[in-house]
C-alpha cells in the first residue's frame, strides 16, 4: 500500500519557521519526483516545489523562493520542506505528491500550517 504521511505542520507566527516531512512507503521513493503542493481555504491547489529523483535539481513557485527549501533523503524515504520567514499568506494545507518514474501520481493527506500573530 502507498503511503505519504506528512507532519510538521502547525501554528507559526509571522516571520517564523516550520519543517514539514513527508515519510514514503509502497513504492520505489528513488524512482519518484516528488513535490509540496498546498491549498489555502477557498482556494484551489497551488503548487509550491519540487524536486527531481536524486535531489540534483529544486523547483519553487515564485511565492516560495528565498523562504522554502525542498530536500529528500532517499535513505529514508522522506521529503522535507523548510519554511522560513512565514507570511500570513502562507496558511495552508500542505500536501506531499508523488510522481512515480510510470506516470502514477500519489498524496498524502495533508498537513496544516496556519501563520498568525
Known amino acids: 500500500e502507498v503511503q505519504l504521511v506528512e507532519s510538521g505542520g502547525g501554528l507559526a507566527q509571522p516571520g517564523g519557521s516550520l519543517r514539514l516531512s513527508c515519510a514514503a512507503s509502497?513504492?520505489?521513493?528513488?524512482?519518484?519526483?516528488m513535490n509540496w503542493v498546498r491549498q489555502a481555504p477557498g482556494k484551489g491547489l497551488e503548487w509550491v516545489s519540487g524536486i527531481t529523483w536524486n535531489g540534483g535539481s529544486t523547483y519553487y513557485a515564485e511565492s516560495a523562493k528565498g523562504r522554502f527549501t525542498i530536500s529528500r533523503d532517499n535513505a529514508k524515504k522522506t521529503l522535507y520542506l523548510q519554511m522560513n520567514s512565514l507570511k500570513p499568506e502562507d496558511t495552508a494545507v500542505y500536501y506531499c505528491h508523488a510522481r512515480h518514474v510510470y506516470g502514477s501520481d500519489f498524496w498524502g493527506q495533508g498537513t496544516q500550517v496556519t501563520v498568525s500573530s
Open positions: 509502497g513504492f520505489t521513493f528513488d524512482d519518484a519526483q
